[in-house]
């Protein structure tokens, strides 16, 4: 017997003889109907910086454009890698303004001092439930809390002033490789405490190696000017040890949308496009490297493994056998008034390699007794805004917590045009984008990597590379792109227009308490906002994960179909999906999740229908439960719909009670205010589903 979420207040079933519908007015959380000359309230700004010490932060929220009629709308904090109770105070409320009141309103957040820490963490605050006037542009803002603590410095730490010029203007690259080599094999701490500018452009010969044992830490006045374009700036190549502490990366570069750009090597130009600078860069400067200084010898005009063009446009590419690299407290950044068309390409890329200390010629195979993902990495205190990609490629033992990305986009030209470069040529860009080649040894693809704590607050910057039509189709800007065997992810936010999640072929992910909003008109309406694009798909669980598509009115699904009989094992745990109102065909456009070991119990919401249609589903049988209204006044009507197909028995629990025939209606009245779960149970010999919970909603 299936047993489902039970409510406190239970309804007996009490028919009324109806065949159900899809009756009950509107009711949605946007201020749809509200009048232009009720202006709009929106965020002042888009980020905040204060100290740890600074005790509040003030926030202020406009209302432009009229000024007819009363308005409120609420306000409240989001986790991102700060910590509620510790960090800060918990913040919620409601700002509210008269009729012909369009002077500024504001709320503060406490910022808590007791817990010192050292580099930033971060938090948001977020407007909703306008009433009167409409929500404007900005409705997110990021609060960015500086610590006042930095990390001890070692007692042998060196300065990068005994090196480099430290006024920020001087190009100090040649210095800053130099100081890099000094520092290598433990033998003392790099101190950054100045700005020091690298400048390489497309010169491959400029290219900073981060060998064995290198420590490299900044204080708060040290800060990285890097314009890289087309080729890393840093490189870690098999090698370990590494930790990287509190790093200031202000990026002043960008990548042309024509890849075919000259390139150097110290200071001549090799090639004037025909070969393009990254693989100049790898099957030069980085085969050139692993020869002399990992004892590998190319043979049969073999190169170092070419990763991509676009993971070789990274401030940092970490590949081959390197490991145990840490990288903490890391703030990388563009100016405030950088256009799209200057992002930071990528931050991070992850590449397989060959290992130390062998011979490699055309007979090599790509195994892994001969090549080796990077392993053991971790990412923390991840501070980004004005990226493309923050991380691409693959790993094995890694793990990302408290990350922050704020301003975000796709390769464009300076008019915005060119979206994802010439013909296309950059990859679809994310804040994770984890994929690896296809292979069958299980040490050459993603595993083990634990995600959490993840606040993308998705302030896009320029338009969808998809127009539709005639155009090509290439891919989405979406947050999290993930192939990965025995993963997590966990405590994850996107607000990305472009879309929140893409499951490739993975075997034991695991992802709970994911939460995002898209836009399918941004999109062009060409994609879902989470999407199941390749297989195998074995042994996934998807807890407590819920998607919304702001767009006014929905033709794509919000998720995507897993229609592929091979799946294995695929659960889906108080999954929810909401859409304005669906325009596409047939009825609310609930995903199929084809296989064997299915446990599926989700639900989907039409806002300005007040239709709410959930499912709960097992290989052998399947209950549909649809609730509408979804939201009404208290003392009404709700209409209850529901059907079963494989099973021998069903019964409403929760907030009503009774047995269920194999289809049928019903209507219950929620006398008081508050939150109901209609729940339906169904079984058959073969077992029981997951729940089906129809929420609804009386005020």
């Known amino acids: 017997m299936l047993r489902l979420i039970a409510a406190s207040t239970a309804l007996a079933l009490a028919g009324c003889g109806s065949d159900g519908g899809s009756g009950g007015s509107a009711n949605s959380s946007s201020s749809s109907g509200t009048s232009s000359a009720a202006g709009t309230v929106s965020l002042s700004a888009a980020s905040y910086s204060v100290p740890q010490n600074a005790g509040a932060v003030s926030i202020s929220v406009s209302r432009s454009g009229g000024a007819q009629g009363s308005a409120s709308v609420t306000y409240a904090t989001q986790f991102g890698t700060a910590l509620d109770g510790i960090n800060y105070g918990n913040t919620n409320g409601v700002l509210q303004w008269a009729s012909g009141d369009s002077s500024p309103k504001s709320f503060s957040v406490p910022i808590l001092g007791a817990t010192a820490f050292s580099g930033t963490k971060s938090l948001s605050v977020v407007l909703s439930q306008p009433t009167g006037a409409a929500l404007g542009p900005l409705t997110k803002a990021a609060i960015m809390i500086m610590g006042v603590v930095g990390s001890p410095v070692a007692a042998n730490a060196r300065s990068i002033s005994q090196w480099a010029s430290c006024d920020g203007v001087t190009d100090d690259a040649v210095q800053v490789a130099a100081a890099f080599a000094a520092a290598r094999n433990g033998a003392f701490p790099l101190l ?140 990388v950044s563009v100016p405030a008034n950088a256009g799209g068309e200057s992002f930071v390409p990528v931050v991070f890329a992850l590449s397989q390699n060959f290992k130390p200390n062998q011979v490699v010629g055309a007979a090599t195979p790509m195994t892994s007794a001969y090549v080796a993902l990077p392993d053991t990495l971790t990412f923390s205190n991840i501070a980004l805004d004005g990226t493309y990609m923050g991380w691409v490629g693959a790993a094995r033992n890694v793990t990302f917590t408290h990350i922050l990305s704020q301003r975000y986009g796709d390769l464009q030209d300076a008019s915005g045009g060119n979206v994802g470069g010439v013909d296309k040529w950059f990859a679809p860009p994310h804040l994770f984008y984890l994929s690896y080649t296809a292979s069958t040894d299980p040490l050459l693809v993603n595993s083990s990597i634990s995600i959490s704590n993840v606040s993308d607050l998705g302030m896009r910057v320029g338009v969808a590379r998809d127009k539709g039509g005639t155009d090509s189709i290439s891919g989405y800007a979406l947050s999290l792109k993930i192939a990965c065997n025995a993963c997590s992810v966990d405590s994850y936010s996107s607000a990305r227009p472009d879309g929140m999640l893409d499951v490739l072929a993975s075997d034991g992910l695991s992802i709970s308490r994911m939460s995002g909003t898209y836009d399918s008109r941004f999109l062009n309406n060409l994609y879902p906002g989470w999407r199941f694009p390749s297989e195998p ?39 929810s999906a909401t859409v304005g109102y669906w325009a596409g065909p047939g009825g609310l456009p609930l995903p199929s999740i084809a296989g064997s070991g299915k446990q599926i119990s989700l639900s989907l919401l039409d806002n300005r229908r007040s239709l709410r249609v959930a499912r709960a589903e097992t290989d052998s049988l399947q209950a549909t439960l649809q609730a509408t209204p979804a939201t009404l006044s208290a003392g009404g009507n709700a209409q209850l719909t529901w059907s079963a197909q494989g099973a021998s028995e069903c019964a409403a629990s929760g907030a009503w009670v009774g047995t269920l025939s194999a289809a049928g209606a019903r209507s219950v009245t929620l006398s008081a205010a508050g939150s109901y779960d209609f729940d339906m149970t169904c079984s058959n010999a073969q077992g029981a589903s997951s729940p089906a919970v129809a929420l609804v909603s009386a005020q």
Request: with cysteine; glycine share 8%.
């Open 537 to 575: 798909y074995r042994n996934l669980s998807f807890t407590n994960v819920s998607i919304v598509d702001t767009a006014e009115e929905s033709v794509q699904a919000p998720i995507g179909s897993a229609g592929m009989a091979s799946n294995q094992g695929i659960v889906f745990s108080a999954v």
């Open 192 to 331: 950054i405490d100045c700005p020091v500018l690298i400048h390489m452009g497309s010169d491959i010969g400029r290219t900073i190696f981060i060998d064995n044992g290198t420590t490299v830490q900044f204080s708060s006045a040290g800060r990285f000017i890097l314009d890289n374009s087309l080729m890393p700036a840093f490189v870690i190549a098999d090698s370990s040890q590494i930790t990287l502490e509190g790093w200031t990366i202000e990026y002043r570069g960008g990548i042309p949308v024509n890849p075919r750009a000259p390139a150097y090597l110290n200071g001549q130009l090799i090639s004037h496009g025909e070969v393009m600078p990254g693989n100049a860069f790898n099957d030069i400067v980085l085969t050139n490297w692993l020869a002399a200084n990992r004892g590998i010898r190319f043979e049969d005009d073999v190169k170092s493994n070419w990763s991509g063009s676009t993971n070789n446009c990274a401030l940092i590419l970490i590949t081959g056998n390197s490991s145990q690299v840490s990288v903490n407290n890391m703030q």
